[in-house]
């Protein structure tokens, strides 16, 4: 195959998603060998390179064509397609799939001692950030008349540092406020990684892979929580044993040798299993329970 029908996909290089990006596609079925400090790693079970690159270029690799797919966060996404608009460009890029990883918040913080009743509160006030036009958006859809002070990085310090009063920054323990004497306020963004791709029409055969890789990554982020569950019971108790079934469409009934008044219940259960939710199957007349793991599911 050649390259320009092998497909390009950029994610972090080596930062908070790196791990967890790699793994989903590896989850997702990849092979590819990357050396110490390569930049690029190449597919070699399916016509499919990665190019490990700062998250803050992903956006503009998708846009450019450079790479027909991108791992990052949402947050990366969402300021970048801002910062197009109030430059008078549309985005070109789409968010095609949202991820599970990755999860955080942009928020607002204010020093433990600042006074803070609503959103009012921060009229006037100088706001350090290095998502300016998020910010911006929160403030302007608001109503509030703020400065926004950008910075490149370690806002969480400015207000300390006399550089701003407030702070906008993402979160996600909330140690890093903690230990800055930050409250949080306000949530800007919920956010979480993403998959993008570049608007341009694919060749067919790149364009089929694309789809192959969007199917399993469906696959692989429903069978995380999912499990598969086998249980006997009396007939006369699968009404109430299918409510109980916790995120499951239609389980297999089978007829039990012998025994006409009772069946087996398969189910693939799309939510975790808990011990409380045996408890209750058991009370409501099932026995020989059993609760799989799910590897890889189809639709
Ligand atoms: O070098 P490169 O530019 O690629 O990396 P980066 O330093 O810009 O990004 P990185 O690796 O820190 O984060 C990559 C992505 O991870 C972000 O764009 C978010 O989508 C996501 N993410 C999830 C986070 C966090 N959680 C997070 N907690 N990104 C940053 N943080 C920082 C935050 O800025 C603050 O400094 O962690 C600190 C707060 O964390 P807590 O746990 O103390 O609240
Ligand atoms: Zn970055």
Known sequence: MDEQSRLKVAMQKSGRLTDFSTDLLVRCGLKFSRG????????????????FVRDDDIPDLVEEDVCDLGLVGLNVVAEKSLELAAKGHPTRFEIVRALEFGRCRLSIAVPENFSYDGVRSLAGKRIATTYPYLLGKFLTDNGIDAEIVTLSGAVEIAPRLGRADAICDLVSTGSTLLANRLREVEKVLESHAVLIRTPVALPASKGEWVERLLMRIDGVQQVRESKYIMLHAPRSALPAIRKLLPGSESPTIIPLEGHPDRVAVHAVCRENVFWETLESLKAAGASALLVLPVEKMLA
């Open 36 to 51: 110490k400090d390569q930049l690029v790693a190449f597919g070699e079970n399916m016509p499919l390179d990665l190019l």
